[in-house]
């Protein structure tokens, strides 16, 4: 089963430069998942201040440039697990936080061929 | 959370250390089954203790530690020379990993007893399930329970197995290491036969109502994605991982809603999995790399990417195919990659050229009982207006299928050819 992880946060709250530890120590993690045939695709997301929100309603477009307002977004990473279950979807989160020191994650099912 | 959810938190960690646990502990102590046992008693621990303390901040080391404990314990009671000097490298190894916290975080000596452990467990010393049956379980880390019912089998069968193939590998005295030299080719052809023997199943079922398994594909995606990590200087390990990517991508386009086999030119190319075929396309371009002359499963994999690449069905470049498939045969001489030819000919030059080659191959007799001879030939015959034989094709197509869905499928070309046949002159 393939799961979306992600981190969620308010991307308004400051955050501490990364150290080289932390980059060492989330390069193992990433090595040790992708080898595991675990990551089959990551990527990192951009703030809200960079992009658009594109509505459509009543059969007219509203297109607004962000920051947009709400309290939390996804933010930084972003990853496709492949895993044969929610709870190992679950662990390898937990591993992925524990890198990243603290913060949410959140993780859910991808519809696919059953 | 409650005692079931931290059990099935528990059992996750578990199948995720486990190969690696089986891999580490298996060198020391040079023996898969005692490997195994010592590892599953490093479970019984956690789950006897983790809910009580708390779940270890890195549960993997904690299982590690834990295990190679139990190994030395064990050795002590054996008291034979070897088994002592095997003491002192358990001992070196745990003072290792209580000092360097992170001998846990780096992974490259677990890997190479990952590499040699999958290569024993697809030991030729071994027969073919017993193969495939100890790669799922020490490398994939699937129970018995979870092997038996992927391959529609009994769990005694299974459990059996894998008995039998421990005690074959000890009375043999497989040497835990990865083969060099000349024997390293055909070892690692075992080893890639396997994964795809795997994905096979998965890919087409040749048992159960099922036509596809994906959750087979899934474990030797897995197992491809692993050994590409573990061995990435093998063309061929490229090769296989992406025929694997390629073929997965049209898993969700292989079943039509009333779960029928959908043929590759019939299916909605639109819900392919861009991000397999993307993965598919880099890993034989790494094999690419790699070598001028491709191997079988690159060639396999790349009139994959032909089939991926083109958009739309009609799109396919049959000439590519074509000079693919008579490389292939060069590299692979199989009557199921003539007839894959043939198909492949009669698209590019027409079915009377396709025909010519199918016909030969019925001369030969050596597909008589593979049903898509019989299926394709009767496509050929259709397409060519001879619709009697065609109908007589697709019948014995039906007999022979043996699998539920692929023999409805040949059922129905019966009945869609039969009104044809009817009033053919």
Redesign the interface.
């Known amino acids: 089963m393939r799961f979306f992880g992600y981190t969620l946060g308010d991307e308004s709250a400051p955050q501490p430069e990364p150290t080289p530890e932390f980059f060492e120590e989330m390069g193992k993690f990433m090595e040790e998942a992708t080898t595991a045939g675990v990551i089959v695709a990551t990527g990192g997301i951009a703030p809200t201040m960079m992009g658009a929100k594109i509505t459509l309603k009543d059969g007219a477009f509203t297109v607004v440039d962000g920051p947009f307002a709400e309290a939390k977004e996804l933010i930084g990473g972003w990853a496709l697990v492949e895993c044969r279950d929610l709870a190992e979807a679950i662990e390898w989160s937990k591993r992925f936080v524990g890198v990243l020191g603290e913060g949410e994650v959140r993780v859910r099912p991808v519809f696919g061929p059953e | 959370m409650s005692a079931a959810d931290s059990t099935?938190?528990i059992?996750?960690?578990f199948?995720?250390e486990f190969p690696r646990l089986v891999a580490s502990l298996a060198r020391l102590v040079n023996d898969i089954g005692l490997a195994e046992e010592l590892a599953q008693d490093a479970l019984v621990d956690a789950l006897i203790q983790w809910p009580r303390d708390g779940t270890p901040?890195n549960p993997g080391a904690w299982l590690m530690t834990v295990a190679k404990r139990k190994a030395i314990d064990r050795i002590r009671r054996d008291r034979t020379f070897e088994a002592k000097q095997s003491l002192l490298v358990v001992d070196a190894e745990i003072d290792t990993d209580r000092a360097g916290f992170r001998d846990d975080?780096?992974?490259s000596p677990i890997?190479d007893d990952r590499l040699r452990l999958l290569f024993v467990a697809c030991h030729p010393v071994l027969s073919v399930p017993s193969r495939i049956t100890l790669a799922l379980r020490f490398l994939g880390g699937l129970n018995t329970t979870e092997i038996a019912r992927a391959f529609l089998q009994p769990e005694a069968t299974v459990a059996q197995r894998l008995v039998r193939a421990k005690k074959t590998i000890a009375d043999a005295g497989v040497p835990f290491e990865v083969p060099t030299g000349d024997d390293r080719d055909s070892r690692l052809a075992s080893v890639l036969e396997v994964i795809y023997l795997i994905f096979n199943e998965g890919y087409s079922a040749t048992a159960g109502d099922d036509w596809?398994r994906?959750?087979l594909c899934?474990e030797a995606?897995?197992?491809?994605?692993?050994l590409a990590?573990?061995s990435p200087d093998d063309p061929e390990v490229h090769g296989l991982l992406a025929l694997m990517e390629l073929q997965s991508s049209r898993?969700?386009a292989?079943?039509g809603p009333d779960r029928k086999p959908v043929l590759l030119l019939d299916q909605d190319r639109r819900v392919w999995?861009r991000?397999?075929i993307t993965?598919g396309l880099s890993s034989l371009d790494q094999a690419g790399q790699l070598t001028d002359a491709p191997g079988p499963y690159a060639l396999q994999a790349a009139i994959a990417s032909c089939h991926a690449r083109a958009v739309r069905a009609e799109h396919t470049d049959w000439d590519e195919l074509v000079r693919l498939y008579e490389l292939l045969a060069r590299a692979m001489p199989s009557p199921v990659v003539d007839l894959n030819r043939a198909v492949a000919v009669s698209m590019a030059s027409g079915p009377a050229a396709g025909l010519v080659l199918v016909d030969h191959l019925c001369d030969s007799n050596t597909l008589d009982q593979y049903h898509l001879l019989h299926s394709v030939r009767g496509d050929l015959l259709a397409k060519l207006g001879r619709h009697v034989e065609a109908r007589a094709e697709f019948e014995i197509a039906e007999s022979l299928a043996q699998n539920a869905a692929e023999r409805e499928l040949a059922a129905e070309r019966v009945r869609a050819i039969g009104h044809q046949a009817d009033n053919a002159p």
């Open positions: 099935a938190a059992d996750a960690v199948r995720i901040r975080l780096d992974q890997e596809i994906p959750d899934a995606l897995r197992l491809g994605r692993l990590a573990l898993l969700a292989r079943v999995d991000l397999l993965r």
